[in-house]
């Protein structure tokens, strides 16, 4: 190599690496909105999701489209995810709760099934070009010698706030409770009388909420379109194996971690390349942390 | 008088393996009774069969009359059946408490009541109450049997299914859920009762049935039994 460390960050002003640190936070919160419905769809009901990015890019269709209607972001995002929370609903009935206790393989098969089906009609419907939501605020405020959006950070409490919320709802009453007894033993649980199929479907609503609610808040971001899912997904499925699967806290530890990790190497390369240090982070956990880097070695 | 649940020759299946052939049983209203047999005869499976989570393939399960052989199983429990599993199956990351509230958090259930409940296990259990936050993994064996059959009187059941409770218990704790099977049974809950060990069987068991090979085959009144007579040694005698 021949460089010299100190050399390399010599090269890079501190003003830089903080607002990268900001910017991976940021990021990364996002991340952890995604991977949060994803991973809790997993470690509830053991179901790889492989539509969550097409739920969270209808979420986001619903959004421009209640956006448009009534010209209020905050209304569009709580119709956008009740809209998406619904449909989740109907197609855990349909389609994922016929295969409850079948091979997982088949539920991998049917998400995927499901991905296609809702990303071909999202385009028949909006057609290929990226429409836009606009934020709900445009100031900036200055970080250095950086105009950084309000609106990032945003995104980044809110994402914290719904996670925190649905740690509560996890954590205290009855529902939480359910949701958890069905986690850790099905059988039993409905020997208790908890109604174990009921349960599923609110988990899979809540975490196609979820991803709908993601999707409206980075609708101004990134544009909305038909495949603006599989970037968020990919990454959020790279976090969710880096954090744990079906691990809620070591997903949100793997968001902030990736989101660092990407934006302190965009510092040397481009953004498109950084991303191959996820894929590296990711590669390293499955060869010698398959359970995860943010969970406990299993006894 | 017409009997609480009744089995009515059921067969079943794990695969291709035919585990029960054809048994039948009854138990009455607040009546405890017994199911012994050597390992693997299928008294566990009945128990099963019972509580809707292996399904027979023939034959019918009836409570208080009705069919009930194709609900599913947490409707069974809403009717007032509760399962006490062999490995007590407490959910080991729900504290104590999360545990009971798993059976106590129902529909209809008043604030008061809950109380009265928790307050009665408590009594029954007091190290219960004590470790009442901690996560039912936690606890020792004997104290994760009596949080199942804890969380199992949440259900203010009309019957229990109690899969071996003893099983790997000090004698201590054995005496203790002697007593617990007592004190359901003055509550005017039915127990079905799988057991190893035959003379607690024998001794807190009205009726007993004696299962080999899949089936029953031998039924008798439990105060009619000992421990050395020739049925016993058949069936059970190593």
Known sequence: MGIPLDELLQAIPLEQLLIQTVNGIVTGMILALVASGLTLIFGIMDVVNFAHGELFMLGAYVGVITLAAT???????????????????????????????????????????????????????????ARKIQEPFTGHFTLFYLDYPWYRLVIALLSAAIIGALWLFLKFGTYGIWIRATTQDRVMAQAMGIPV??????????????????????????????????????????????????????????????????????????????????????????LFRPTGLFVPTPK | MEPLVKVEDIHTYYGKSHILHGVSLEVGRGEV????????????????????IVRPSQGDV???????????????????????????????????????????DRHGVTDARKKQLLEKVYNYFPVLAERCNQAGGTLSGGEQQMLAIARAMMLEPKIVLLDEPTEGLMPRMVSQIRQIIDVLHREGAAILLVEQNVPLTLEASQRIYIMEKGVVRHHAVASELRVSDAVIHQYLGV
Not at chain 1, 258 to 286: D, K, R
Not at chain 2, 66 to 82: E, N, Q, S
């Open chain 1, 71 to 129: 010209g209020n972001f905050w209304v569009a995002l709580i119709v956008a995810t009740l809209t998406i929370a619904l449909l989740g609903a109907a197609i855990h009935v349909t389609t994922l709760r016929p295969l409850l206790g079948r091979d997982p393989l088949t539920t991998i098969l049917a998400t995927f099934g499901i991905s296609l089906v809702l990303q071909n009609y999202a385009l028949w419907q909006f057609g290929p070009v």
């Open chain 1, 197 to 286: 199929p009921s349960v599923l479907t609110v988990v899979f609503a809540i975490g196609a909420g979820m991803a709908a609610a993601s999707g409206v808040l980075f609708g101004p971001l990134v544009g909305v379109n038909h495949a603006m899912g599989l970037d968020w997904v990919l990454k959020a499925f790279i976090v969710v194996v880096v954090g744990g699967m079906g691990n809620l806290g070591g997903s949100i530890a793997a968001s902030i971690f990736i989101g660092l990790l990407e934006s302190y190497a965009s510092l040397w390369v481009s953004p498109a390349q950084a991303v191959i240090f996820s894929f590296v982070v990711l590669i390293l956990t499955l």
């Open chain 2, 33 to 52: 009774v017994g199911l012994l047999g050597r390992n693997g005869v299928g008294k566990s499976t009945t128990l099963k069969a019972i509580m809707g």
């Open chain 2, 62 to 104: 009836l409570f208080e009359g009705r069919p009930i052989t194709h609900l599913p199983t947490h409707r069974l429990a809403r009717l007032g059946i509760a399962y006490v599993p062999e490995d007590r199956r407490v959910f080991r990351l729900l504290t104590v408490m999360e545990n009971l509230r798993t059976g106590l």
